[in-house]
């Protein structure tokens, strides 16, 4: 370790992690994300967890494990009740918004690699305070056994805003954030049904004219099973077959409603972000198929997705709504 990451691990005090993690019936891999976690290192980390229902050891899992870190585990106060993904992360992080200089999301059946949480507190830390910032990484794609199937897809550069509302770059176990964007969006309200709270918080963060540090590194073993909620691919192929099969619809209504959310905070957006957000909305409504051209054409360079073919699609799917009868 070089003399200027030993500083940075001797004041890891100051670095202090609040991991917030959704648990639900973890029981076969939460023991190994848990030790995981506690081999983290460079960092001051806590535990605040939430149980949204489960019928296993899940709790008791993590009850022992409090017992073996006193002090640094503790369950939110919404634990035991059903709470969904999005509104279960969204309570914890209301929760630790107003103690923690830093977050993260975990997942309770990842493994995390010694110097996950230094990496993205070392990058966060490189700015102020004051502004809203979030680091995300790739992930190795890993089987339920941690057998190694590949990395996920790279994190290419991206536009401004509002670029954050067509695609999430922010895979969620990846995700770490500073106080600032904690305290945002502990006042905003909870994400739209159609959003995960990943994506959520990587939209806003770009909505208000954030930064993102997006690390073309891995730190973390990403497992793909038949359980997970959200997984991921290396393919290209596959990731076009899902989006395609996703359809207009449903992309139609998530990008509305995700403009209907940002819109009740109008008084934390600046003025571009709110430019457009209007735009869109009008857009939206009007059904106007001359109305969406002349608003792609006028965000050609931002509203768009990573790469030509997803682009394409998308534009086709925003277009299509022009032409739809059925009111989303």
């Known amino acids: 370790m070089s003399e200027g990451e ?17 648990v639900f019936n973890g029981q076969a891999f939460l023991p190994q994300m848990l030790f995981s976690l506690a081999e983290q290192k460079g960092v001051e980390w806590q535990l605040l967890w939430h149980d949204d229902g489960s019928s296993d050891q899940s709790v008791q899992l993590l009850k022992d494990f409090a ?29 630790a918004s107003v103690y923690s200089p830093f977050m993260a999301f975990a997942d309770q059946d990842d493994v995390w690699l010694p ?25 190795i794609l890993v089987d339920t056994s941690l057998n190694y199937l590949g990395l996920s897809p790279e994190i ?22 500073n106080q600032s964007t904690a305290k945002l969006l502990a006042f905003l309200p909870n994400p739209p049904e159609e959003t995960f709270h990943d994506w959520w918080v ?16 891995a730190d973390i073993l990403y497992r793909q099973h038949a359980r997970n ?14 989006a395609f099969k996703r359809g207009p619809q449903k992309f139609i209504k998530t990008l509305k409603a995700n403009v209907e959310a940002l819109l009740q905070a109008e008084d934390l ?20 198929l001359v109305r969406y051209i002349g608003f792609l054409r006028a965000h050609f360079s931002t509203f768009r997705r990573q790469n030509i073919v997803e682009t394409l699609v998308l534009y086709l799917w925003f277009i299509a709504n022009a032409f739809s009868r059925q009111k989303l």
């Not at 585990?73 to 929760?95: D, H, P």
């Not at 966060?124 to 992930?139: D, F, M, N, P, V």
């Open 202 to 217: 990587f939209l806003c963060v770009n909505a208000v004219g954030g930064i993102v540090f997006a690390d073309e590194g």
């Open 269 to 288: 957006l600046p003025a571009p972000t709110l430019s457009c957000l209007y735009d869109l909305q009008a857009v939206l409504a009007s059904g106007r």
């Open 6 to 22: 030993s500083a940075f691990v001797g004041n890891k005090a100051q670095r202090r992690v609040t991991i917030l993690l959704s």
């Open 115 to 139: 110097f996950k949480l230094y990496k993205a507190v070392q990058a966060l830390t490189s700015i102020t305070h004051e502004k809203c910032a979030l680091y995300c990484s790739r992930q």
């Open 67 to 95: 017992s073996r870190y006193p002090g640094r585990v503790s369950s939110g106060q919404s634990s035991g009740q059903k709470l969904g993904i999005a509104r279960a992360y969204m309570a914890l992080l209301r929760e």
């Open 229 to 242: 909620v959200v997984g991921t691919t290396p393919s290209f192929l596959k990731r076009a077959s899902r």
């Open 156 to 177: 290419k550069k991206y536009a401004p805003f509002p670029f954050a509302l067509t695609h999430n770059m922010a895979t969620g176990c990846t995700v770490v954030f």
